[in-house]
């Protein structure tokens, strides 16, 4: 790396000056060294500029995961324009909402694709170039750090995505403190197992050209298949992992981990979602040599705190993470402390401080906090706010997650405040699907669940949803359709159950408690019908 990076336009180009013919990114298909990198996003980026695109525009990258997608992301902050990762598989009703909603100028996405003209007016009058399209390379655009450099799309609680936008500031802040928390160096091969649209993929977006380390993509295809995933990182020598947990569960379970050298991986990240004591253990026993570590933040902070375990077996020669290492633990794995220059606060019902060991909202004040979201100053005005006595140009972000601080400071996760849940690491508002089904002609009321899977199924949960009165199969069918075209595919309820009634608590809301206790009754019910149907046979 050639001197201090203050946008993320001028990323490539830095590492490129130092390390021209280092290893950047590989897909199996492509390997690019950095200055093939930082030449083909300057001439991706010149050839949106030369169709109109200019400074502020949104671009969205409209692309399976790839060497392509990221050559695509950084050749649009290159020209000072923000980054609008649109899900390759989303439902075409869905993706059209993102591209309406962050009102993008230009579309890079394959231009012979079926599901570009599925789009329809979602695409109309806006650009669309080709991941390949060249022009005159694009200088490095001077870019305010402050400016926005990439939205990330959520579901709403109404059903209407939501764009989180990040600053090339909070960005750049995020990848400094990942290369310290994780001692990342330019000897690293970090796999990208999560796409463009979710968050998790800026670790190897943003902290891997900074800490000159390089990119090993996982493709979509290779991922539905564990033994192929362990392959991959066998061969490419992967040295960081960061993932959902249950793409590790999938890898060690069903991986062959014990027929490959996977020596060389030294850290494995998860979060996303909570870890079960049991399937973590297995993890670290199949990777002996590796530290694990839970990651916690939500995607308008990044990241905020971290918890480090210790690999089972520490070599004299291996270097030491930054932070707190602690060894295997019972129960609940902690999302632990915060890491640096971030605070944060426990507020009770009453918006007040928890001062010492309790429970609580959890507030985030940080450098890796999001501008706000994409035209929606109502929802950063909720979520985004200022505290007595702390300065006046310090905002807490209100996580909506309940915390317990324990005796020695650690953190540890309880659950949500609002009705948010997290399904392999996708936020998901219940409220949002309950909304969609309710459009269905033959719906009365409905109720979304998860039905939690057993300890040796983790990361199995499912979505259920509830609906009264009991449709037949046809309005079911009819119902998934609007499902599947409406919401993104991680969203959609595996199973539709008939009921009489949906419970309902003292003030007309849903009772989700008894929801899923009804759920479990319709199980039991069906399960009793099943054997005494073998049994009259």
Request: charged share 20%.
């Amino acid at each position: 790396m050639s001197g201090r990076v203050d946008a993320l336009s001028g990323l490539l180009d830095s590492v490129a000056a130092g390390r021209p013919h280092d290893e950047a990114v590989t897909d199996g298909r492509v390997r690019l060294d950095w200055v093939g990198y930082r030449d083909r996003a300057a001439s991706l980026g010149g050839a949106l500029l030369a169709q109109g695109v200019v400074p502020g525009d949104r671009v969205a990258v409209h692309l399976p995961k790839s060497s392509d997608s990221f050559v695509a992301a950084h050749a649009i902050v290159r020209i000072g324009a923000v980054v609008v990762p649109v899900d390759w598989f989303a439902p075409t009703d869905y993706a059209a909402e993102v591209l309406r909603d962050a009102d993008v100028a230009a579309i890079v996405t394959a231009a012979d694709s079926d599901r570009l003209g599925a789009l329809g007016t979602a695409v109309d009058g806006r650009i669309v170039v080709a991941p390949d399209a060249t022009g005159v390379p694009a200088a490095v655009a001077h870019v305010a750090p402050a400016s926005a450099a990439y939205i990330v799309y959520t579901s709403g609680s109404t059903g209407r995505p939501k764009g989180i936008v990040h600053s090339h500031a909070s960005a750049l802040a995020y990848a400094r403190k990942a290369i310290a928390t994780y001692a990342l160096t330019p000897a690293d091969r970090l796999a990208n197992i999560a796409p463009l649209h979710f968050d998790q993929s800026t670790f190897e977006l943003w902290a891997a050209p900074l800490a000159g380390a390089s990119v090993v993509v996982v493709p979509d295809g290779v991922l539905r298949f564990p033994a192929s995933v362990s392959d991959l990182v066998a061969r490419e020598r992967v040295t960081v992992w960061y993932s959902v947990p249950y793409a590790i569960s999938q890898l060690v379970s069903r991986g062959a981990v014990a027929d490959r050298d996977l020596s060389s991986l030294r850290w494995v990240l998860f979060g996303g979602e909570s870890f079960s004591a049991a399937s973590l253990a297995q993890a670290r026993l199949a990777l002996p040599h590796a530290w694990f570590s839970n990651v916690y933040g939500p995607a308008e902070v990044n990241q905020c705190t971290f918890h480090h375990l210790e690999p089972h077996r520490l070599e004299p020669h291996r270097l030491e993470p930054s932070g707190e290492a602690t060894d295997a633990l019972e129960g609940v794995v902690p999302i632990g402390r915060p890491w640096a220059d971030t605070e944060v606060m426990l507020v009770d019902a009453d918006d007040r401080e928890v001062v010492g060991p309790g429970d609580g909202e959890l507030l985030v004040s940080t450098d890796t906090m999001m501008i706000g979201y994409w035209n929606r100053p109502d929802l950063t005005a909720a979520a985004v706010c200022l505290r007595p006595g702390s300065p006046p140009d310090r905002r807490w972000y209100r996580t909506g997650d309940r915390v317990r601080r324990r005796g020695d400071g650690l953190l540890v996760f309880l659950g949500r405040t609002d009705h948010q849940v997290k399904i392999r690491g996708h936020r998901i508002e219940l409220e949002a699907i309950e909304s969609t089904l309710s459009e269905a002609p033959a719906v009365v009321a409905c109720a979304v669940v998860v039905e939690r899977a057993s300890p040796d199924r983790a990361g199995q949960d499912r979505l259920v949803a509830l609906v009264a009165p009991a449709p037949d199969d046809r309005a079911i069918a009819m119902m998934i359709d609007l499902l599947r075209r409406r919401l993104p595919r991680y969203a959609v309820p595996q199973e539709i159950v008939g009921v009489a009634a949906i419970p309902r608590s003292g003030t007309g809301k849903i009772d989700r408690s008894a929801a899923v206790e009804l759920l479990s009754e319709c199980r039991q019910k069906s399960a009793h019908a099943e054997a005494a149907g073998r049994s009259s046979g």
